[in-house]
């Protein structure tokens, strides 16, 4: 037999992953739809029997086609007809979901109404009668609770008894149809026919709900109660200020940072030194072994870092939009980022980009209008990610030792005002003219499945695991090579290399910036392969030992590097202006590629590399001629 | 008076969405004449505005909710 199709549908904020995650566990893959930006999720599982194949399809309030997701929903049914479909339906919020259960009846899909969450319902003061809402659809219901795994479980039971057949759609359904039908034939102009639909179906939805539904007054809910300080007054303000500020020091410095030290320490004492004995004693060649040892190693190491910090991050980020919370900082913070031309949405994605731009650009799917998303995915990267960390940690180190807390927030807070501003900027220029909404439902506070946050993160942070696996090796390789050949084969003299010649001809672009040493130039090249890249090559082509330059300690690298040419290369004003350039300029390849997938299209990658490029030239040119006009060195 | 009027705790009937492009996206979402809507609160800054209808609540800004004309019932 051939492997039973289920698809789940259904609206946002229905718990319609959690139960997808309950259903396939790990055994799930996640792909992207052709064409669109949207993820496509798939599972299988094996019940009495019966191989079964689920699809977790976009939660979306219609299938209108309006947005990707409704797009990708509204053409699987046209060239798919799954065994089953059910429709995951929020039990306490089912007049509004019911919109959708309707919507698919008319395209003729017969599905399982599966009310979720009915313990909230109940509590909301809501009562379903299963049997007359069975009865008004003449479709199968069933009902899970939240996070019990045994009620999903029982979904499975359905799926494999063949129960579709002994359905058909009621009478009530069939006159709606026929309405729609009337409306649709009516000779009014489109956008008319659509309304009277609308309300057609919000009509039959009363009449549904006055038969099969009783809503009883209920003492404020949690969530009112919740809201009231969450997302009311001045309160909410510095309670959302308060919430972020615990965010980033439980993953930068309590369990971010404690983890990178130990990872970076597995690295530097364990794995290094157990390579370079094992390829010493099989005899391999002094190339490979600095290749393997200096090079592949340490820029991997330089990566996996950050992984314990980006995680953490990101599952705090998955956690707090599973409870709700994220929906009313997009709430609080809408008429600021509007102001900037940006939508109270995009702070998800903006507060991801202190982890990873990659993920943090993908994040923008949640932005209503081409406009909002295009924006910004455009300022993103400004946000001083994790791997531009080092670069400010090792030159205030160096250069400004006695201010190193007021320089790094001055740099963090750069970042921030450059995405804000040129948000402005590309809103009225490049965008000019087009609309932003902002319309976004405020879902009821849930403790959210543990399961379904951690998938997420992991959905997210895995983007950045790959990178080290691949780009960075790879880049390691290319750095290697070029900073030890020329065109008359290898050298051991680092300043006739390929990479001398690339960092010289690129640093002539830096002479009004007062960094235009080839050392420079190379760090800024390389950066672009991945940022990480900036400070290790900075170290390696300074001539320190390469065991002292270490991402995660910045004042013993500092230490080293002072002592050689690099303290005397730059004075602390070009290594500001240094510093500026490094964090605002073109993101790094992973980041770009991203770019071009979410935009669709190679040319906004191409804008973005010269645009951020442009922006940290410039700025770095004020920083460093404007610092000097004032008297600074 | 339109939606962008009232105040908070008010609970008002809708009777007309106006022509835009939001319109009909608004209406999807249970914004349709007859529905009956609780103004909850204001964000801090004073927009969006946040509303309860059909059992749930959606946040929308103040220049969408002027196009939403309504009438008060309590």
């Known amino acids: ?633 | 008076m339109t939606l962008k009027d009232t105040k908070p705790g008010m609970i008002v009937r809708i009777d007309s969405v106006g022509e835009s492009e939001l319109k009909q996206r608004l209406m999807t979402m249970g914004l349709i004449p007859g529905t009956r809507v609780e103004v909850l609160n204001s964000a801090p800054l004073g927009d969006p505005i946040a509303l309860r209808l059909r059992s749930y609540n959606l946040a929308i800004r103040r220049d969408d909710a002027a196009q939403i004309e309504v009438s008060q019932v309590q």
């Open chain 1, 1 to 633: 037999m051939s492997a039973l199709s289920v698809a789940l549908t259904g609206n946002p904020n229905t718990g319609k992953s959690t139960i997808f995650n309950e259903l396939t566990g790990a055994r799930q893959k996640i792909g992207n739809w052709p064409g669109v930006t949207v993820d496509k999720k798939v599972g299988t599982i094996e019940h009495n029997g019966r191989k079964i194949s689920v699809i977790d399809l976009p939660g979306t309030y219609s299938i209108n086609a309006r947005s990707q997701e409704e797009q990708v929903v509204s053409d699987y049914f046209k060239t798919n007809k799954p065994d089953i479909v059910v429709d995951i339906v929020d039990a306490a919020n089912i007049a509004r979901n019911l919109f959708l259960t309707v919507q698919l009846m008319e395209n003729g899909i017969p599905l399982i109404i599966n009310l979720n969450m009915m313990d909230e319902a109940q509590r909301h003061g809501i009562k379903i009668d299963m049997k007359k809402l069975e009865d008004a659809f003449g479709m199968p219901v069933t009902n899970t609770v939240g996070r019990s795994n045994k009620s999903v479980r029982k979904l499975l039971d359905v799926f494999t008894n063949a129960v579709m057949t002994n359905y058909k759609p009621s009478k009530l359904i069939n006159d709606h149809i026929e309405r729609i039908h009337n409306i649709e034939h009516s000779g009014l102009s489109a956008a008319k026919i659509e309304e009277e639909i609308i309300a057609a179906r919000y009509d039959l939805i009363d009449k549904i709900m006055a038969s099969a539904v009783t809503v009883s007054a209920t003492d404020k809910t949690l969530t009112e109660k919740l809201d009231s300080y969450l997302a009311n007054g001045v309160t909410s303000i510095i309670l959302m200020i308060a919430a972020f500020y615990l965010m980033f020091q439980i993953s930068f410095n309590w369990i971010g940072q404690p983890l990178a030290d130990l990872v970076g320490e597995f690295f530097d004492e364990t794995l290094v030194p157990w390579a370079a004995e094992a390829m010493a004693e099989a005899g391999v060649a002094d190339w490979m072994q600095s290749l393997v040892s200096d090079g592949i190693i340490a820029g991997v190491g330089a990566v996996v870092n950050f992984v314990p910090l980006i995680f953490t991050l990101f599952i705090i980020l998955s956690f707090l939009d599973g409870t709700g919370y994220m929906a009313r900082v997009a709430f609080i913070m809408d008429p600021i980022m509007r102001r900037a031309g940006l939508s109270g949405k995009s702070i998800m994605p903006l507060m991801m980009g202190f982890g990873c731009a990659v993920p943090a650009i993908m994040a923008n799917r949640a932005l209503d209008t081409h406009k909002d998303r295009m924006i910004s995915i455009f300022v993103t990267p400004f946000i001083t990610c994790n791997a531009k960390v080092p670069i400010i940690a090792l030159f205030t180190a160096m250069f400004f030792p006695d201010n190193v807390a007021n320089v790094v927030f001055a740099m963090y807070f750069l970042g921030i005002i450059t995405a804000i501003v040129m948000a402005k900027v590309l809103g009225e220029t490049v965008f000019k003219g087009q609309q932003s909404t902002f319309l976004l439902e405020l879902p009821p506070y849930r403790l959210p499945d543990i399961k379904t946050v951690l998938l997420e993160a992991w959905d997210k942070g895995k983007g950045y695991l790959i990178k080290a696996g691949t780009i960075i090796f790879a880049m390691s390789v290319v750095i290697w090579f070029l900073s030890s050949f020329n065109s008359d084969g290898m050298t051991e003299d680092m300043d006739n290399s390929y990479l001398a010649s690339i960092g010289s001809a690129t640093s002539v672009v830096f002479a009004p910036q007062g960094f235009d040493t080839w050392e420079a130039g190379a760090a800024v090249v390389t950066g672009v392969l991945a940022k990480e890249a900036v400070v290790s090559t900075m170290g390696i082509l300074y001539g320190a030992d390469e065991d002292s330059v270490d991402t995660d300690d910045a004042e013993g690298t500092a230490e080293v590097l002072n002592e050689t040419s690099m303290g005397s290369a730059f004075t602390p004003l070009s290594a500001l202006a240094f510093m500026v350039f490094s964090l605002l300029y073109s993101p790094c390849m992973t980041a770009l590629g991203t770019v071009k997938k979410e935009a669709q299209s190679f040319k906004w990658m191409a804008f973005v590399f010269f645009y951020t490029t442009a922006v940290a030239w410039v700025a770095s040119l004020i920083v460093y001629q404007g610092g000097k006009l004032l008297g600074f060195e």
